[in-house]
């Protein structure tokens, strides 16, 4: 599958699961120097491989008729700074609702792990700005994922599909957050119990055979 129909796979896969609406949120895949990018002002759910730009990392428009996304700068900053080869900005509910209201969401489970452990929410900045682009590199340090203050979420990996399956996890993560903020307080996991759980998946149990 070609990079362009990668974008046009998984823009409808946000697209179906809720996780943006209208034309809001964007994707990119790297290969090399060269960035396959979301059109600017398109339905993901709409999106043909040829209405996919693609633009190199200095950000000049190297194929494709539409323009890319307006937030393609926030997208080639944070390729620069990982060295990460997709990412996926989204506009869902809950981590909107988490990125609008607190400062990071907390581990309130293991698997917070996956996505570095607290997920940081990024200074607000307006869209497709350096200074957002800076912030949510910031925010990213050592992550693969946060939270865009007042806007939405940004995740990253090394395919298109790892980057999808942790906006996914992130999503998850903020609705447990948000819904258990209905019943409670929720519980916060300490450092000691998250290095166990690293420890443990380091060292699983080993089970004898009959």
């Not at 090399?32 to 398109?42: C, E, F, I, Y």
């Not at 040829?50 to 008729?65: A, H, N, Q, S």
């Not at 990213?140 to 939405?152: D, E, P, R, V």
């Not at 942790?166 to 948000?178: G, H, N, P, S």
Request: charged share 15%; aromatic share 6%.
């Amino acid at each position: 599958m070609s990079l362009r129909e990668q974008l046009c796979d998984y823009g409808r896969r946000a697209v179906e699961l809720g996780l943006v609406i209208g034309t809001s949120g964007n994707l990119s895949v790297r290969q090399g120097d060269l960035v396959a990018v979301t059109p600017s002002g398109a339905a993901l759910d709409r999106l043909t491989p040829e209405m996919c730009p693609i633009v190199d990392v200095e950000g000049y428009l190297v194929e494709g008729e539409l323009q890319p996304s307006s937030e393609t700068p926030m997208h080639l900053a944070v390729y620069e700074t990982t060295g990460t080869q997709a990412v996926v900005h989204t506009h869902s509910v809950f981590g909107t609702v988490v990125a609008t209201t607190m400062a990071e969401l907390p581990p309130v489970h293991y698997n917070a792990l996956l996505l570095g452990g607290v997920v940081k929410v990024a200074e607000y900045a307006t869209y497709g700005t350096p200074e957002l682009a800076a912030n949510v590199r910031a925010a990213l340090a050592g992550k693969q994922a946060a939270l865009m203050a007042n806007h939405g979420g940004v995740t990253i990996g090394a395919t298109l599909e790892q980057a999808f399956e942790a906006t996914r996890l992130l999503e998850w993560l903020c609705e447990v957050y948000v819904r258990g903020l209905g019943v409670g307080k929720p519980a916060i996991l300490t450092e000691e119990q998250l290095a166990a759980v690293v420890e443990r998946s380091l060292n699983p149990p080993s089970f004898p055979r009959r």
